[in-house]
């Protein structure tokens, strides 16, 4: 099972808006609508920002938005912040009841 | 307050079989719908899913780890384990534990991780 393909790194301005995208198959994302979003900083666990698509979690800011068209799912961040510089992984439910993650994106905010 | 925790060896020898438990706290694998899973991360690398149990036993792999992993819980201690056999340098990587919410298909509640170096 191949992991879903994000770009390497995405950078913006504090207050501009990115969005990451992660593209996978007609068997994960194009076939189910539980794509979610995890933020990883630099030696941390990673912590859900979103899930089902574009539900956020209690607590998680709503500067973090998802969606999806087709096989590709995309996570916007706007009104970039400083603390928003991490390592963003996507990943999906899979037709073989199995998951997969995506190859992750790092985010530098210049 | 969920709370997980991983512990095992931090170093294993090829070919050896590497065993991984899962203490939580907070939650109930006899709750409906409640799973826990592991997930790895080689050194500076993308996240790997491994294999989740649910509360009702069932098991799920991934599809190229699936013979060499069995995961399995005991409700009564409050823990999960994951045996992972013919570990190689490849293996290297900080495994986590992770909770999956009933009705939600996402990981809520991560563990702090464990490094496993796998060396002679």
């Known amino acids: 099972q191949s992991a879903l393909t994000q770009p390497a790194s995405v950078s913006g301005s504090p207050g501009q808006s990115i969005t990451i995208s992660c593209t996978g198959t007609?068997?994960?994302?194009?076939?189910?609508?539980?794509v979610s979003w995890y933020q990883q900083h630099p030696g941390k666990a990673p912590k859900l920002m979103i899930y089902?698509?574009?539900n956020r979690p209690s607590g998680v800011s709503n500067r973090f938005s998802g969606s999806k068209s087709g096989k590709t799912a995309s996570l916007t961040i706007s009104g970039l912040q400083g603390e928003d510089e991490a390592d963003y992984y996507c990943?999906?439910?899979?037709?073989?009841?199995?998951?997969?993650f995506g190859t992750g994106t790092k985010v530098t905010v210049l | 307050q969920i709370t997980l925790k991983e512990s095992g060896p931090t170093l294993v020898k090829p070919t050896q079989t590497l065993t991984l438990t899962c203490t939580f706290s907070?939650?109930?694998?006899?709750?409906?719908?409640?799973?826990v899973a592991w997930i790895r991360q080689p050194p500076g690398k993308a996240l790997e899913w491994l294999a989740l149990?649910?509360?009702?036993?069932?098991?799920h792999y991934s599809p190229s780890l699936k013979t060499r992993l069995t995961i399995t819980k005991d409700t009564s201690k409050n823990q999960v384990v994951l045996t992972m056999t013919n570990m190689d340098p490849v293996d290297t990587a900080t495994y986590y534990c992770?909770?999956?919410?009933?009705?939600?298909?996402?990981?809520?509640?991560w563990g702090q991780g464990t490094l496993v170096t796998v060396s002679s």
């Open positions: 089902d698509v574009s």
């Open positions: 907070g939650l109930s694998l006899s709750t409906s719908g409640v799973g």
């Open positions: 992770s909770h999956r919410r009933a009705a939600v298909v996402s990981f809520d509640y």
């Open positions: 990943s999906c439910y899979t037709s073989s009841s199995s998951y997969v």
């Open positions: 149990i649910y509360w009702d036993g069932e098991k």
């Open positions: 007609s068997s994960d994302v194009g076939r189910y609508n539980y």
